[in-house]
């Protein structure tokens, strides 16, 4: 939509919203609908191609507001997660459907579906081993548990396993930033054999530092055999999914009890809006139910109702499923593949041109839209270098650390990217490094 | 605001967003402000009278541009916590300034505060614990910790505990369904003599069921006492505190260490935005402080910069401040203390009719907006009468069990409800009431 067209539409928006605080009396204060009302008013896939914008909105009355915000909310929620679980070519048992087990839900950010897949298989491993040993206490089992993720994860992932109350071990990456399935079995068959209870690893398909991919076909079939919770923490690369030709990155997740990703961060959705799925609802509502008085409803035990507030930390919700539900009908399904496969391109683009200049080097695969590079030279250099290109503020980078290399880290992210404005960024890159090389002592 | 003005500034805003995405490639890409640099913009305290949505509006191009995102995001959640923290007088060592060791910060719900002052208590327990005795392990601690709240506690306390590994106890209540000193006493000294360490109390004021207030004169010196962090949840009540004839029902919370409202149930902020105080920064973010080298900054040690994301589960943040900045300064504090008043009063009105109709009673002190009250008779009668006003659909109400009592819950709580609203929906609710009592055998 270009801002000729916003305008036009954002106004109508708020004559829409005027006009409802004007005749909300006229309105019914409690929805006369059915559990599952939503569903069969809309279709049971995205589009593939862009839909006209007045009838998307028209929808807004004929879905919506008869479902008023509450079940609508927790229904269009629990169909777009199907729509876009099937956009990425999810296997069927991740997703809600009318009779499945799994299904996804709106998460704020992908550091509380870390927290919440690592709660819920918390909860489980002490009712498995309970059922078992019912004389052996919760803290007893705690003190034992042990779940791993990848040296190279998010800082959000130590951070669940310290909320937790769980010891969380870092499995050492390969010279591709990868963990392979022997450097989990080793860890995990060491601790086995000290008494611990390995119950829990955070794959990460696209790290935030490199964009590295864990090898998930291997180690799935590991967690499955080790009884081991395997969540998959696709934050940045979970959207490119949705273009068959990277779809080959998430191989694997059959083997996943949950996964998770940031639609706010590459599909064109406003933070916040962390997309997660399970295969076994029942193990996520475990992690926590509970029903006090003024929570019940009539339909609490029917299976026909999802109560979100048991898959996530807080009680209250937003009704954030509006933006994908635009979002995927405005664009359909080619438009948001337009869109990655352009980012990925000038990814490569200036990728190739960092490869044409002898100066500097690529420190890791790209194979998103993220390129990290380098001027060959020492760490010093380097910093000094990123330290002059964030001081002049015309692009902004944000720095990693690789295999000891302090490396640059140019991003492909925003809506409005074109390929000059990669051209302009290198251009102004390598003025500042011809800068600083001059200065040096030869 | 009505929905005509409603109208003229939406759309204006629309446009200057419109604006904003033309324009964005002549802004800094990074701003140039340096740490502190919002507060000596905006005056220090809210405005008693509203002001003019012109001079609102433009301070966001003065005051906000200039530090884009981050940090206007933080700098303005800093000052209007502080802002709102001096309206409803709390001790200043629960605001920032410019040189405090506690402030505020927004969370989502009263469910996140809640989780975040038991961790916080958690890890300084721990440390405090280690740091006499370095050979005890964390997991060991963890087995010994005792948290309380009050048996009318909202269900997420109980939820925080599960999630921190933690045992919680609920404390009986009297009759008032109020926390007394005694009871807690009683358990806290009962869980030292069986050797578990006590060391969180979580105070409601203002409970879900009934809004009854706990004893934090009493309890507040007791847990500094024993050592214990105190938490004041008044995820309703709280917004009251505005003004000064509820502001005693605050009095006590000098002696917590952190304290919590909901400022979108009743201070006419939309949803969500759970506004949190702590005395010292440094114990919340102890919790869990991480840094990973994609997270730094230059200001990261300096001590002029608030690092919310320490303060939270979720690591990304929204602009939730802005709310709270528009809201106080276009209704003032007055207009704020107007509306709360009106509605207290309200539900005075409401009391009044129900005590008025001898074939109903009320069922606990009505202090704010809440009124509690029943047909005398069965709880069977009463869960009939609820079905009936609810499935009519013109009012919605959900109930409470106070003493084994199934009992209504009349709330006051939309920005436009009037006395005639509520003269309509006693008429409802007798008119509902009339006929069932006639259908009962004599």
Redesign the interface.
């Known amino acids: 939509m270009n ?1 000729t067209e ?2 036009k539409r ?2 109508e928006m ?2 829409y ?2 006009d409802y ?2 005749t909300i009396e006229q309105r ?3 929805p ?1 609908v059915q559990p599952g009302y939503l569903r069969s008013l809309i279709p049971e896939e995205v589009p593939v191609e862009p839909e006209m914008y007045e009838d998307v909105v028209k929808d807004i009355e004929r879905v919506i507001m008869p479902g008023a915000a509450s079940p609508a909310c927790t229904e269009l929620e629990t169909v777009m997660l199907d729509w876009l679980g099937k956009m990425i070519n999810l296997p069927e048992n991740f997703l809600a459907g009318t009779t499945g087990c799994g299904g996804g839900v709106i998460q ?5 579906a870390t ?1 919440m897949s690592l ?1 819920a298989a918390r909860s489980r491993i002490v009712r498995w081993i309970q059922a078992d040993n019912p004389d052996r ?4 089992i ?2 034992k548990l042990v779940a791993y993720s990848s040296d190279q994860a ?3 992932v ?2 669940a396993g ?4 769980v010891t969380m071990k870092k499995v050492p990456t390969d010279e591709k930033f990868s963990v392979q399935g022997e450097a989990l079995k080793k860890m995990v068959e060491r601790d086995r054999r000290a008494g611990l209870i390995p119950f829990y690893f955070c794959a990460t398909l696209g790290t ?2 490199s964009c590295a991919f864990d090898n998930i076909i291997e180690l799935g079939p590991l967690c499955n055999a080790a009884k081991m919770w395997m969540h998959i923490d696709a934050a940045y690369a979970g959207s490119a999914f949705i273009c068959p030709e990277f779809r080959p990155l998430l191989n694997g997740v059959e083997f996943a009890d949950s996964f998770n990703f940031n639609a706010h961060k590459w599909l064109l959705v406003n ?2 809006c962390s997309v997660m799925w399970v295969k076994e609802r029942a193990d996520i509502i475990g ?2 139910k ?6 019940k409803h009539d339909h609490q035990e029917s299976g026909l109702v999802t109560d979100y507030r048991h898959w996530q ?4 919700r ?1 009704f954030r499923s509006l933006k994908l539900w635009f979002v995927f009908r405005l664009y359909g399904l080619r438009g948001l593949q337009d869109h990655i496969r352009k980012q990925v391109l000038l990814a490569k683009e200036f990728e190739k041109m960092v490869r044409d200049d002898q100066r500097f080097e690529i420190c890791a695969e790209v194979i998103l839209g993220l390129v990290c590079f380098r001027l060959k030279g020492s760490n010093e250099l380097n910093e000094t270098l990123l330290k002059r290109i ?1 001081s002049t ?4 980078m ?4 690789l295999s000891g290399k302090f490396v640059l ?1 140019f991003a492909v992210c925003a809506r409005t990217t074109e390929l000059h404005h990669v051209r302009e960024s290198w251009a102004h890159i390598t003025d500042l490094a011809s800068e600083l090389l001059q200065e040096l002592p030869h």
Chains 1, 2 share one sequence.
């Open positions: 801002t916003f305008r954002g106004k708020i004559d919203v005027a605080i004007e019914s204060v409690y006369d704020g950010t992908a550091s509380e927290l709660l206490t919760e803290s007893e705690f003190s998010h800082s959000s130590e951070r310290l909320i937790g109350g935030t530092a933070f916040d992690a926590f509970m029903d006090p008085l003024y929570l930390i807080p009680l209250g937003r964030n503020r015309k692009i902004h944000v720095p990693c650390q880290r």
